[in-house]
């Protein structure tokens, strides 16, 4: 059992002493969806002229799991949304507001979230998509935060869930080796006490070019070439990198924490040396559980870190009450990191 530090120790919650702005908010609950296929290694390794040890060197990786035909973005969103849904123990009529988190909505227009509202049974809930990359799950939870905030809403369902197999080309090793499906959803509540520390949030539109949609489907004409994401590892890696660490340190200052207060570190799965890196550098106390779901649940994009989280609570490895620090970044470029308490 890991050691804990006195403001998490049995009976005491930790406190968010500068929490975000207007009523206070909590994330409730949890709820995920992984695909029934698995996709290891050995399987993949042939096709991309690579060795299994590769894969995982180099990402972290060992395992991912794939969407097959049947299994769509809504009904994988609507299905991890119900587990959170049920493991909140409130009825879809509940939710006031759905925000959807995916970068993988091929069909773009109309948007996704009113069609998971739909199959749950959602009927006067706002419901509204937003794309940003794999940082969508935290710029969801700081709209959810916001919604509560300015008292338009009492429960928010944040959805995060991609299809990463409808955009990859699987014969490339940069993203076939990294890219997984899966969805992970929150229900944010309004509570008694603070859930949330402010958002320290940011873009950098200079790099966009690193992470592309290729050929731009908006102006592809035959209607026979795929669009497939195309990726600069080395340089997104160089960027995150160097910038990561402070934005992390930023959120924490922001709630004005330091890491004895904090639990667990979840930033997003992108690429297991990616992770250490962080570690690394952020000199972690030894009672900081690290979220490495990547190895079992590759990078799933927007829905990484709610998977992580449900990963985390279910395993007992976090504890409910406990601090978290969530670390989201995608390509676009754009992040949003903030200090929750887990449900």
């Known amino acids: 059992m890991r050691e804990r530090t006195p403001d998490t120790g049995p009976g005491r919650a930790p406190t968010i002493r500068r929490p975000a702005a207007g009523h206070p908010c909590a994330i409730t609950a949890l709820g995920s969806y992984r695909p029934s296929r698995v996709v290891h290694n050995a399987e993949l390794a042939p096709r991309l002229g690579v060795a299994p040890d590769w894969i995982e060197q180099r990402t972290g990786i060992a395992s991912r799991h794939q969407a097959d035909t049947s299994e769509s973005l809504v009904g994988m969103g609507t299905s991890a949304a119900r587990e959170a849904l049920g493991n909140r123990g409130i009825g879809a009529a509940e939710i006031d507001c759905l925000i959807l988190a995916t970068m993988t909505n091929t069909r773009q227009i109309p948007a996704l ?7 749950l049974g959602a009927d006067r809930a706002g419901a509204y998509d937003i794309n940003a990359a794999c940082a969508g799950f935290g710029m969801g939870l700081t709209s959810a935060v916001g919604h509560i905030a300015s008292g338009s809403a009492t429960n928010v369902l944040v959805v995060a869930v991609e299809r990463m197999v409808d955009v990859i080309d699987p014969t490339d090793r940069n993203t076939a080796s990294i890219f997984a499906d899966g969805a992970g959803a929150a229900v944010v509540s309004a509570a008694a006490e603070p859930g949330f520390g402010p958002v320290a949030w940011g873009s950098d539109g200079t790099a966009e070019e690193l992470f592309v949609l290729s050929p731009d489907p908006t102006r592809r004409f035959d209607g026979h070439t795929p669009s497939h994401v195309r990726m600069d590892g080395p340089a997104l890696a160089r960027w995150f990198g160097s910038r990561m660490v402070p934005i992390a340190r930023q959120a924490l200052s922001l709630a004005d924490l330091t890491w004895s207060d904090i639990s667990a570190f979840v930033p ?9 890196r962080f570690v690394g550098e952020l000199d972690l106390p030894d009672h900081v559980t690290v979220a490495r779901s990547i190895a079992a649940d590759g990078n799933t994009s927007a829905a990484s870190i709610p998977l992580a989280l449900e990963d985390l609570v279910s395993s007992g490895r976090a504890g ?18 903030q200090v929750a308490r887990l449900p």
């Open 268 to 276: 997003h799965q992108a690429n297991g040396r990616l992770t250490n």
């Open 113 to 119: 979230a009113p069609a998971i509202a739909r199959e």
């Open 320 to 337: 409910s009450g406990e601090l978290a620090l969530l670390l989201g970044f995608g390509v676009g470029i754009t992040w949003a990191a």
